[in-house]
């Protein structure tokens, strides 16, 4: 007797970053014919790293932070055996810096009921008083009811009657990090969706960081399972050419049922060849490497009024072995000082200068590093704003990173998201 054999559906998926990965991985599990198709030598995207040769360790494109309402990431690392690649702050803390106060921190209680802890949080940062704390209340309230809309940060903030201060010490720092905008841009709606989701549980309200290198701690852990669940991964495979068939989809010539492109929104317009407009944010990473640095006094610290605005300790939150360092050689400590949302106005050896003089204040040690590397992403990220749809061409699945007012702004968490999104969407059109 013949038995009919099931051919599987053939899906391509544009994009090595962590969302093509993620849907590659839930697509293979769900018996799919997957094929990832990577334009650079290896996956990784924005969340790869590279050797450097000087210090012979790895190191990050740019240090992630994460916290604790990245779910889906959450989930996704521990389908893939790398729960413990990420080191958890016990309960909220932020810790800044300023010329004038030296260090202090916004640090909720635990023992309280979230919002409460928060409002005694801020009341006791140097500084603020009773006015910053009613002013977190009507903030809170403000985000309950939802009256966002069309808003920047800014703009929130005002109707909300916040002392220069509050913004200054937590909603700039927050926002700049979060939606790589400062306030008078960023959209309120979704920075409201970024503190709801992080602080909507107390116990989750926490920040975390990879404890080692982004290619060993995310991308490998997640490619090897994609592996295993059946994918094929084409490495060095620019693809150029998407057309519609009667059935179906051709990628370069080559015939699948569906294509899902995992691409930053700039990249996905130019692969369809759309002509539109698409706004993006600039990070700038300087990695200064020390001879004898003490460390800082935290894993990372915010800078206020200073150009650095995020200063990490990367060799605190890494050992030595685990980012590759050769231990027979005396460790060079690791710092990176992060700039989100780089206006690009200064000259390469000024910023340099400028930033080492700050984290010479921030730990108190003034030595020069023995290795400086400055990493600018001109594109680091897609900025929330009304992207247009990318089309209607059936056979595409669209999971670029083109966040949409009140939506979460462009994350990991974001391209996780998105990566099982479109999963879900294939399953649903093919099942
Ligand atoms: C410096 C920096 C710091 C950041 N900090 C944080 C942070 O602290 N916390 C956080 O959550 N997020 C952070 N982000 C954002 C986060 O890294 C990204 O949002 C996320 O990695 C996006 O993943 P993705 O898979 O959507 O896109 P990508 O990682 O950009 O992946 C897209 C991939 O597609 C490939 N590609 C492009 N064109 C083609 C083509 N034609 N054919 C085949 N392949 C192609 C590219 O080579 C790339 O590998 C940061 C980003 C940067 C750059």
Same mark, same amino acid.
Do not use: C, F, I, Y
């Given at each position: 007797m013949l038995r009919s054999i099931r051919i599987p559906t053939r899906i391509a998926i544009i994009g090595g970053g962590i969302c093509g990965l993620t849907a590659a991985l839930r697509l293979a599990e769900n018996n799919f014919s997957v094929s990832l198709f990577e334009?650079? #030598? @290896? !996956?990784?995207?924005?969340t790869r790293s590279f050797p450097d040769k000087f210090s012979g360790a790895w190191c990050d494109n740019g240090p992630h932070l994460l916290n604790g309402a990245y779910r889906a990431t959450q989930q996704l690392l521990s389908d893939c055996g790398a729960s413990n690649h990420i080191c958890w702050q016990p309960s909220l803390k932020l810790p800044l810096w300023d010329r004038q106060r030296g260090h202090f921190s916004l640090s909720p209680s635990p023992r309280l009921p979230f919002s409460l802890a928060m409002l005694a949080a801020v009341h006791a940062?140097?500084?603020?008083?009773w006015r910053s704390a009613l002013a977190m209340l009507r903030i809170h309230l403000g985000l309950q009811q939802?009256?966002?809309?069309?808003?920047s940060v800014a703009r929130m903030m005002q109707r909300c009657n916040a002392p220069d201060a509050l913004v200054r010490d937590m909603i700039e720092p927050i926002c700049l990090g979060?939606?790589?905008? #400062? @306030? !008078?841009?960023?959209d309120a709606s979704s920075f409201a969706r970024v503190l709801t989701e992080s602080f909507k549980s107390g116990g989750s309200a926490r920040l975390g960081w990879f404890n080692t290198p982004l290619q060993q701690a995310l991308i490998e852990p997640v490619l090897r399972r994609v592996v295993q669940a059946g994918a094929s991964i084409r490495c060095r495979h620019p693809v150029r050419n998407i057309t519609t068939e009667n059935v179906g989809v051709s990628v370069d010539g080559e015939p699948f049922d569906a294509v899902v492109i995992a691409l930053p929104a700039y990249m996905r317009n130019r692969l369809l060849n759309l002509h539109r407009p698409c706004a993006t944010g600039v990070i700038t990473n300087i990695h200064l490497w020390y001879r004898d640095h003490p460390g800082l006094p935290e894993p990372f610290i915010g800078g206020i009024?200073?150009?650095?605005?995020w200063f990490f300790d990367i060799s605190a939150q890494m050992s030595a072995q685990a980012s590759g360092?050769?231990?027979?050689?005396?460790p060079l400590r690791h710092l990176c000082v992060v700039i989100s949302a780089?206006?690009?106005?200064?000259a390469r050896n000024d910023l340099i200068n400028q930033v080492q003089q700050e984290l010479s204040s921030i730990s108190g040690f003034s030595h020069s590093p023995a290795h400086v590397r400055l990493v600018r992403e001109k594109r680091a990220t897609v900025l929330v704003r009304q992207h247009r749809p990318?089309?209607?061409?059936?056979?595409i699945i669209d999971a670029s990173e083109s966040p949409w007012p009140g939506e979460l702004p462009a994350t990991i968490e974001f391209a996780v998201q998105r990566g099982e999104k479109a999963a879900a969407e294939a399953v649903k059109r093919f099942k």
């Open positions: 334009a650079a #030598p @290896t !996956a990784g995207g924005r940062m140097p500084e603020h008083n939802g009256k966002t809309t069309g808003m979060a939606m790589n905008e #400062p @306030t !008078a841009t960023a009024g200073t150009l650095g605005q360092q050769n231990r027979s050689v005396r780089d206006p690009q106005n200064m990318a089309s209607t061409m059936p056979g």
